[in-house]
């Protein structure tokens, strides 16, 4: 029971504090300032409350175990809908992680009070609130590191589409075309300094610019 306890609290406390880590980026693709995150803090911390305060009487009726696995659902759902980028469902999203957040603590001290020896209860409820430093420790150091991977991964979505921006097809065709032949950028620049003239020609009354010597 104390390593289940332990996880539960490492999750959705991964869960909560996944946005305060990549603010920066996410409120620039979503075009606000970083400071925005306050809201999405004020709605998760919202949703933590109500979490809270009713979760005594979901116990009583659930039980603690199913309580806790409600929890975990509420905040994998609400960092699903915060994935989309959509500002409601953004704002949703984190009300659902709040929501899930807020009976993971009563929940879990119900199963240690009941399944810790009495001389261990109080270190079993240190080790399982340690879950929630844990759990933010966890996502100081993972998801800086995703960050970069899922930039990488929707830029090489989007260039490798079936139809890609016009001015990146373009250039990937006129690449093509200097790969197959190589001399054809040469005859572009030709062109452009003579005045589209052809090659071998000079601007001063189409003579030939390589005359032949005679004796």
Not at 63 to 87: K, N
Request: with cysteine; charged share 10%.
């Amino acid at each position: 029971p104390l390593a289940v306890t332990f996880a539960i609290q490492t999750i959705v406390a991964l869960a909560v504090y996944c946005a305060p880590v990549m603010a920066p980026v996410a409120a620039q693709s979503l075009g606000f300032p970083a400071s925005a995150i306050g809201y999405f803090i004020t709605a998760v911390f919202f949703g933590s409350m109500l979490g809270t305060v009713t979760a005594g009487g979901s116990v009583a009726r659930l039980g603690p175990i199913r309580v806790s696995q409600i929890g975990l659902a509420l905040s994998c759902t609400g960092l699903a809908c915060a994935a989309t980028g959509i500002l409601p469902l953004v704002l949703l999203g984190a009300f659902l992680i709040g929501l899930g957040y807020g009976p993971s603590t009563p929940a879990s001290s119900v199963i240690l009070a009941k399944a810790a020896p009495p001389s261990m209860v109080a270190f079993s409820f240190a080790i399982m609130l340690t879950g929630v430093p844990a759990g933010a420790a966890i996502a100081g150091v993972v998801v800086p590191a995703l960050i970069p991977l899922a930039a990488s991964a929707t830029i090489n979505a989007r260039s490798s589409g079936p139809v890609g921006h016009p001015a990146t097809s373009g250039t990937r065709g006129r690449i093509h075309d200097l790969e197959l032949d190589p001399g054809r950028g040469e005859k572009q620049v030709d062109h452009g300094s003579q005045g589209h003239l052809p090659r071998g020609r000079e601007p001063d009354g189409g003579q030939p610019a390589r005359r032949v010597l005679r004796d």
